[in-house]
């Protein structure tokens, strides 16, 4: 079992920064592939960046691809999300989730354990 803890959204600028955390309890916490999507109202969740288990593949979607940065600390068992010269189209919540591996890691369906959410707006 797994449960993750999202933190360190809020309201940025556009151009500005802000880094997500995603915080895991579970002794094989460092076995899984992580992944950040993101929603908005009324719209599909949207993949954005993984990692693999080994800390060795990231993949990011195309919006984000020099943006945004995603890295893992297994001593603290966290994920994190740089996100760097926000845009006004980045406002969303956004949400880490975690699975043991395969394929499709853009499909949020393959994805077993979820967290809460974080918000985060940019403003222009």
């Known amino acids: 079992q797994v449960q993750l803890v999202e933190s360190g959204g809020g309201l940025v600028q556009a151009g500005g920064s802000l880094r997500l955390s995603c915080a895991a309890s579970?002794?094989?916490?460092?076995?899984?592939?992580v992944g950040w999507f993101r929603q908005t109202p009324g719209e599909e969740r949207e993949f954005v960046a993984s990692i693999s288990w080994m800390g060795g593949t990231t993949y990011y979607a195309d919006s984000v691809k020099g943006r945004f940065t995603i890295s893992r600390d297994y001593t603290k068992n966290m994920v994190y999300l740089q996100m760097n010269s926000l845009k006004t189209e980045d406002t969303a919540v956004y949400s880490c989730?975690?699975?043991?591996?395969?394929?499709?890691?853009?499909?949020?369906?393959?994805?077993?354990?979820w967290g809460q959410g974080t918000q985060v707006t940019v403003s222009s």
């Open positions: 989730a975690a699975r043991r591996g395969g394929s499709h890691y853009y499909a949020a369906q393959t994805y077993d354990y």
């Open positions: 579970g002794r094989t916490f460092s076995t899984y592939s």
